[in-house]
Structures are given as structure tokens and as C-alpha cells.
């Protein structure tokens, strides 16, 4: 079963504009994940952050997580059209046997 | 090898026919994580391996299902008599230890006619 809701489930943008995905989930994490997919291709992992983190940076992505709101969210700064791709976050559950557990996703679309 | 690979790539088989789905992970990787994923989805886990022990198969949806990774490195998933709901993309993932992120194949797509 799905973890939780990204929201918007699509989103388009223009080239250098910032995109924001947030993520939703429903029980206690070790860590949270993104992941972005290219179509039909595999996914690509992108930042990880762990519960007791709150923010990270990785290039033009930035990740917050705010455990209290089971909520997270990724920005990308300054898009290209090569960021065009579907994005995941994924949970790794308190307690469990550290498979992830995937949100539906966002489908950003950056316009050239 | 430089990624994961899994093969086929694509597989066509008819209803009630078995099918085994590949993974080769990344050299050193001690974990295996298998996941089905369907169109427009995020994948949804089936079972996963440390080393070569199978450490949690509960996302395995029935006993058609099973997974082995005999010397801890290559591993099978085995479909029996398929379904046309098998039908999917199939991905394998591994990790260098168990907590650290995950790095996927480009999948299985797996169509039962």
C-alpha cells in the first residue's frame, strides 16, 4: 500500500523557476527519501534525510521534514527542462526491514 | 557492474505460464529489495534480502510468488501459473547497507496475456 500523498500530483513550470513537491505520510520514519523518475526508466535516487534532521541541501534541491506534520518537502532551484521527470518520496518506516514505502508521486513538467 | 541490472527487460507470456524475473545488483551491495510498480504509482515492496537470507516477504501478494538469492548476490523472482493481473513493471533494488538509499534497475515490464 501507498505511505502517503504528494501534492500537486502534477505541476508545470517555466525553465528558472523554483518547483515545490510535498509529501505526506502516515506513521513514525527513520528517514525520508526522494526519488525522481525519467519515463520509463528507473528511479533515481536523489537526497535522503533522517528524522532527526530538518533541513538539507544537495545542489539546487532542498529538502525539509517537519516529523510533527508527517510532512515533507523538496524544492528545486532555478529548473531545466532536464528536470522534467516524475518525483517519489519515500519513507523508510520505524521498526521496519528498511524497504521504502512510495507516495503516488509528482509529475513536474519544466517548460523550456 | 556499474548499476543494477535486471532482465528481460520486457516479457510477454501467456496466462498460467511461470516467469522468472532477474536482478543483478550492484557488486558489494548487501541488501535486495524487489518492488512491483504499476502505471502511474510509486513502487510498492514485495520482499527483501540481506546477504542471502530473506528478511521480509510480506509484501508478497500471494504464494504464487517467491524470491532466492542463493549466493547473495544475483537474485530470482519467481511468478507461478500468472495472472493478467501480474502484469506490471517489476524493479529490483539494492543498497550498500540496510539503512542507506537504494539504487534501482530500469525494471522488468511484465505482460500477461
Known amino acids: 500500500s501507498q505511505q502517503g500523498e504528494e501534492d500537486p500530483q502534477a505541476l508545470s513550470i517555466q525553465e528558472g523557476e523554483n518547483a515545490t513537491m510535498n509529501c505526506s505520510y502516515k506513521t513514525s520514519i527513520n528517514n525520508l527519501q526522494w526519488y525522481r523518475q525519467n519515463s520509463g526508466r528507473g528511479l533515481v535516487h536523489l537526497i535522503l534525510?533522517?528524522?532527526?534532521?530538518r533541513e538539507k541541501h544537495s545542489g539546487r534541491l532542498r529538502v525539509t521534514l517537519d516529523t510533527s506534520k508527517k510532512s515533507s518537502s523538496l524544492l528545486i532551484t532555478a529548473s531545466r527542462a532536464a528536470d522534467t521527470a516524475s518525483y517519489f518520496c519515500?519513507?523508510?518506516?520505524?521498526?521496519?526491514?528498511?524497504?521504502?514505502?512510495f507516495g503516488s508521486g509528482t509529475q513536474l513538467t519544466v517548460l523550456p | 557492474g556499474a548499476g543494477v541490472s535486471q532482465s528481460p527487460r520486457y516479457k510477454v507470456t501467456k496466462r498460467g505460464q511461470d516467469v522468472a524475473l532477474r536482478c543483478d545488483p550492484i557488486?558489494?551491495?548487501?541488501?535486495l529489495y524487489w518492488y512491483r510498480q504499476a502505471l502511474g504509482q510509486g513502487p510498492e515492496f514485495l520482499t527483501y534480502?540481506?546477504?542471502?537470507?530473506?528478511?521480509?516477504k510480506s509484501g508478497l501478494p500471494n504464494d504464487r510468488f517467491s524470491a532466492e538469492r542463493p549466493e547473495g548476490s544475483i537474485s530470482t523472482l519467481t511468478i507461478q501459473r500468472t495472472e493478467q493481473r501480474d502484469s506490471a513493471m517489476y524493479r529490483c533494488?539494492?543498497?550498500?547497507?540496510?539503512?542507506?538509499?537504494?539504487?534501482f534497475g530500469d525494471g522488468t515490464r511484465l505482460s500477461i496475456l
Open positions: 533494488a539494492s543498497s550498500l547497507g540496510q539503512s542507506g538509499p537504494q539504487h
Open positions: 557488486s558489494g551491495h548487501v541488501s
Open positions: 519515500a519513507t523508510v518506516e520505524t521498526g521496519s526491514a528498511r524497504q521504502l514505502t
Open positions: 534525510i533522517r528524522s532527526n534532521e
Open positions: 534480502f540481506n546477504y542471502e537470507a530473506q528478511q521480509d
